[in-house]
């Protein structure tokens, strides 16, 4: 098995009601339910924009320095991610193509190079 990083970028989202972003959320969980159900998921967060930004983080000098803003000049801001251990990048493509479907704007497929690290194991235990 292989992971993916299925993403969007924020700007990617069209303008959308509150009542429409509620569907689309609720669609949305109806494909992550499925994921949970396959056993491909791992882990998934959404909600990301330019407000949830904490800070940014640079080395000078050999220190960080952080700051809390403006941030680094950039177009697109990611919006949401799933991570997904698939058998292949067929399985990758379907799982983001239903994604893509429910929510109608565009998501990207990354995979890992290799096993990453977490600090829980797949029973979510610490």
């Known amino acids: 098995m292989t992971e993916y990083l299925i993403t969007f970028n924020d700007e990617w989202v069209p303008a959308h009601t509150a009542d429409e ?11 992550l339910e499925e994921m949970l159900a396959e056993d491909v998921l791992i882990f998934t967060n959404g909600g990301l924009d330019r407000s949830t930004a904490v800070c940014g983080v640079e080395p000078v ?17 990611l919006g ?11 399985a990758a493509r379907y799982w ?21 690290q977490a600090r829980r194991n797949g029973s ?3």
């Open 124 to 126: 979510g235990e610490k």
């Open 80 to 90: 949401g991610f799933v991570v997904v251990d698939l058998p292949d990048d067929e």
């Open 21 to 31: 972003l509620r569907e689309k959320g609720t669609a949305a969980r109806a494909v």
């Open 61 to 77: 000098d050999g220190k960080p320095v952080f700051t809390d803003g403006p941030y680094v000049e950039t177009k697109e801001h």
């Open 96 to 116: 983001a193509g239903r994604l893509a479907t429910v929510l109608d704007w565009p998501q990207e497929v990354h995979r890992f190079r290799g096993p990453g």
